[in-house]
């Protein structure tokens, strides 16, 4: 039964969410928790891009949500929809108000399909796909793919895994090699940036990827438009300070410049990221950036996670503020910083000393059977796990890692991450 006051009320029963109330709850049993999630459903995210090259089983990337609530810990099966943090309150849509000592807010990421113009047409179609949103279509688009331009590309907001969209291309390519089109394919990777990974040696091992699979790499391509009916994609481009962008002939795109800084390109397939942000009851709450690059992002301390205005609220997972990738991985090390700092304040109305460094780590699959584990921290700096660095050179697609995804990690988020055990 739902109390309407909590010790610590978590908002979002995603990774954040679970991983911080099983970890609380385990490291003090008498706080009274709740977990604020409507959903009937939690999903493993990372095993998506496996599930759209048809080495994974979608139905094992889900359980329900009410089975991974830890024991001891309340279930609120109510979406937060107002924050009153003066009063130490949440509101629901449900028309319910919750108090708290502590309030931990980890409620993911929002996909804007209506914020790329043509997207949510473009997805009714049978060429356009996003692991994002359904990865089970992807497969779909790419077994009935004749050969042709196949486009992969991803907005310029922050989105989650910023490397899954460059992975779906990795596994197209030998997905079309094994149906034996890719000698009829242009395939293409499109992106804002100016480069494929920011973190050296991943970066210059991503390169040779790129190289060898005879990817288009195309950098500073924005997508600011989907014609579905054309099947075109218009991109802006977005070098800074540079008006005028040039195509490279020789590469064979159907590709026109139209007026001084828009490319459109023609593709039999595309696969994309949708532009994403906070959720819009984040964005549009006091516990959000008002201004500034980090605009609607909830706005936290990036080592201690606390709020910067309101002491007792921390945040953790895509929907905070943090200069790094927004991964499961990352959470797993901020997990541990929020609820020491928790238990510190309940205990002395301290901080603890546990800080997050920014570690993320994208597991970046360039294959069947091969992946490169990138590990960094705040300003790009490699941070790769000395014990794994010491077996393997994990600055190389390694099969050993392969399997680390395929099999180990889903097993130890189950079975350990959302238990609290690591
Ligand atoms: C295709 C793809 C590939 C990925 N690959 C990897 C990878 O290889 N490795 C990796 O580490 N990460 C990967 N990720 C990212 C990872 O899944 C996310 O970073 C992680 O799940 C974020 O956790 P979270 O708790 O912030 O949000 P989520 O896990 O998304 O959970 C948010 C929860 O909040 C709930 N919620 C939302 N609004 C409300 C509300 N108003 N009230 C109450 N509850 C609410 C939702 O129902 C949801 O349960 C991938 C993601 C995708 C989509």
């Not at 201004?291 to 895509?318: A, C, M, S």
């Not at 077996?391 to 680390?404: A, E, N, Q």
Request: aromatic share 10%; net charge positive.
């Amino acid at each position: 039964m739902a109390h309407s006051h909590y010790d610590v009320l978590i908002i979002g029963g995603g990774t954040g969410g679970i991983m911080t109330a099983a970890q609380l709850h385990r490291k003090d049993n008498k706080l009274r928790i709740a977990v604020m999630d409507p959903s009937k459903d939690h999903w493993y995210q990372p095993a998506w891009t496996l599930v759209a090259a048809g080495t994974f089983d979608m139905k094992d990337t889900r359980r329900d949500e009410a089975s991974v609530i830890p024991p001891g810990v309340d279930h609120v099966k109510e979406y937060a929809a107002t924050f009153e943090p003066e009063a130490n309150t949440v509101r629901t849509r449900e028309g319910n108000a919750y108090t708290y000592g502590h309030l931990v807010v980890a409620p993911g990421i929002q996909m804007n399909i209506d914020d790329l113009p043509g997207l949510r047409e473009a997805l009714q179609t049978d060429h356009v796909c996003s692991n994002y949103i359904d990865p089970e279509k992807t497969l779909r688009v790419m077994k009935a793919f004749k050969g042709g331009v196949a486009v992969f590309t991803q907005p310029s907001t922050p989105i989650k895994c910023g490397g899954a969209p460059q992975k779906a291309a990795y596994m197209a390519d030998e997905f079309f090699r094994k149906s034996g089109v890719r000698t009829k394919t242009k395939l293409v990777f499109a992106t804002p940036g100016s480069m494929i990974f920011g973190v050296q040696p991943f970066r210059a091992a991503l390169e040779d990827v790129i190289r060898k699979k005879e990817i288009i790499f195309k950098a500073f391509y924005d997508p600011v438009r989907i014609d579905p009916v054309k099947k075109e994609i218009h991109f802006k481009w977005s070098k800074p300070g540079d008006n005028h962008c040039a195509l490279t002939e020789e590469q064979g795109l159907p590709e026109k410049i139209e007026g001084e800084r828009t490319i459109v390109m023609k593709y039999d397939m595309l696969h994309l990221a949708p532009p994403q942000s906070a959720p819009d009851f984040v964005r549009n709450s006091p516990l959000s950036y008002a201004e500034g690059p980090n605009k609607g992002w909830l706005e936290v301390d990036i080592h201690t996670l606390q709020h910067t205005r309101y002491v007792n609220i921390f945040g953790l997972g895509d929907a905070a503020a943090l200069p790094t990738a927004k991964t499961g991985a990352a959470i797993r090390k901020q997990a541990p910083v929020v609820v020491a700092n928790i238990l510190q304040r309940i205990k002395d109305g301290a901080l603890s000393k546990n800080e997050y460094s920014g570690y993320s780590s994208c597991p970046l699959v360039t294959g069947y059977g091969k992946m490169l584990l990138a590990e960094f921290k705040y300003d790009n700096v490699r941070d790769s796990d000395p014990l794994l660095s010491r077996l393997f050179d994990t600055g190389k697609p390694l099969w050993s890692m392969w399997v680390l995804k395929k099999y180990m990690l889903p097993w130890l988020y189950w079975n350990r991450m959302l238990k609290g055990a690591m």
